[in-house]
Every structure is written in structure tokens, then in C-alpha cells.
């Protein structure tokens, strides 16, 4: 027989919350879980790779401007005496910074061509059978 029961919400954000107040309802033998909780590994995953990310992106963006940031704060982050690279080997161009972005935008259209067809295939009545 069924061994769950699922409850759609209309905000997914209130999902531990009403599995708290049903838990509060329920019989003791019943477990409410709300969704974030049966996919917890899930989610974990999702935040260290979205900090790593965030890290990683402030490091590539810090290359470029590391020149401006010593001028203006009138330092040195890598000193010569210290360090043999005494400055970060980067050269920005407007041409390679306009091409990676019609690059990328042209990826991401292509990326939604897909599944914005096979969506306009299903029926609607279909699709809202199984929900």
C-alpha cells in the first residue's frame, strides 16, 4: 500500500513550517518531512558548490583589477622582493569580453529551445491530469 502522502504547497519556502504543524496534528506513529529535509544531501551539495562559485568568480574578477586596487590604495599586493610575479598576467580585451558574452547568450537561447518545444508538444489537460 501508499507509504506517503504528498502536500503541494504555494510557496515552497513554507514547507518546514507546515511539516511542523502537521507533525503537530498527526498521530505519533505518522512523520511529517517536509521536502528540504528528504533532500538534504541534495541541497547541501547546492550551497558549497554555490560559496565555491561565489570564490571562485571574486577570484577571476580580482585578477583584472588588482593593478587599479594598488594604485588606489597605494600598496603593494604582491611585492617584488617577495614574490617573483610581481604582477598578475592579464590582459582584458573588449574583443574577447564581447565575444564570451554573445557566446554565452547565445548558449543559454539554445539551452531553452528545447524544453520550450517538447512543453509546447503536451496538452495542457494531460499535463494537469498527474498533478
Known amino acids: 500500500g501508499p507509504t506517503g502522502l504528498r ?6 519556502n513554507d514547507a518546514p513550517q507546515i511539516a511542523q ?3 503537530r496534528v498527526l498521530p505519533p506513529e505518522l512523520v511529517a518531512q517536509p ?18 562559485m561565489f570564490i571562485i568568480l571574486t577570484m577571476i574578477v580580482a585578477v583584472p583589477i ?3 586596487l594598488e594604485a588606489v590604495l597605494h600598496t603593494q599586493f604582491l611585492p ?9 598576467p592579464s590582459d582584458p580585451r ?11 547568450l547565445v548558449l543559454s537561447l ?5 524544453p ?16
Open 7 to 12: 502536500v503541494q504547497t504555494r510557496n515552497m
Open 21 to 23: 504543524d502537521l507533525q
Open 35 to 52: 521536502w528540504t529535509e528528504q533532500n538534504r544531501t541534495w541541497f547541501e551539495a547546492v550551497v558549497i558548490e554555490k560559496r565555491m
Open 66 to 68: 588588482v593593478s587599479f
Open 80 to 88: 617584488r622582493s617577495v614574490y617573483l610575479i610581481h604582477t598578475m
Open 94 to 104: 573588449f574583443s574577447d569580453i564581447a565575444t564570451i558574452t554573445v557566446a554565452s
Open 110 to 114: 539554445l539551452a531553452t529551445l528545447y
Open 116 to 131: 520550450s518545444w517538447s512543453a509546447s508538444r503536451v496538452q495542457p489537460a494531460q499535463a494537469l491530469r498527474y498533478e
